[in-house]
Nanobody
Framework: VQVGESGGGLVQPGGSLTLSCVAS????????MGWYRESPGRQRELVAS???????NYGFFMKDRFTISGDVTKNTAYLQMDSLKPEDTAVYYC??????????WGKGTQVTVSS
């Protein structure tokens, strides 16, 4: 199973980025894809998730600036991030669940918000 994130980079405060997650190699259909982030001194936290039924969920204080989208049945998810702040600087990870199987994580993509 492979989970790959892309789209990270350096952006100025107030800017936007869109992250992409693509998964492959699962034996069973994926039913959950989520974005998490981790920065030094802070625990990994949920940013947003989406299910194969299209239900979305957001972490605390994430919904106003972050939007998750995608088609889980096609193993893809996106995270649109707007009005970025320096405190959004983190490694952003994609996690998937497939039916009858364990979770899988990507290696992460670095997002740095700085002027």
């Amino acid at each position: 199973v492979q989970v790959g994130e892309s789209g990270g980079g350096l952006v100025q405060p107030g800017g936007s980025l869109t992250l992409s997650c693509v998964a492959s190699g699962t034996r069973y259909p994926i039913y959950f894809m989520g974005w998490y982030r981790e920065s030094p001194g802070r625990q990994r936290e949920l940013v947003a998730s989406i299910t194969s039924e299209g239900r979305t969920n957001y972490g605390f204080f994430m919904k106003d600036r972050f939007t998750i989208s995608g088609d889980v049945t096609k193993n893809t998810a996106y995270l649109q991030m707007d009005s970025l702040k320096p405190e959004d600087t983190a490694v952003y990870y994609c996690k998937i669940f497939s039916a009858g199987d364990r979770d899988y994580w990507g290696k992460g993509t670095q997002v740095t918000v700085s002027s």
